[in-house]
């Protein structure tokens, strides 16, 4: 795998994060992880694919 091109694709996760009716989530972190990377990512200027704003 090469990292001359790196890009950040974050695929849509809004869909179920939330969900009572799906359990107990084994990631509830995830929301402040992906607002982090997606964060660094910005500030390297580096490709994002797919952002949801």
């Known amino acids: 795998m ?11 996760v809004q869909q179920g994060l ?5 359990g107990l989530r ?3 972190q995830a929301e402040d992880n992906m607002s982090a990377l ?3 990512w910005r500030r390297q200027r580096l490709p994002v ?3 949801m704003t």
């Open 2 to 12: 090469s990292s001359d091109n790196p890009a950040l694709l974050i695929i849509d």
């Open 26 to 28: 084994n990631n509830p």
């Open 18 to 22: 939330a969900e009572a009716s799906l």
């Open 38 to 40: 997606l964060s660094l």
């Open 49 to 51: 694919l797919g952002e």
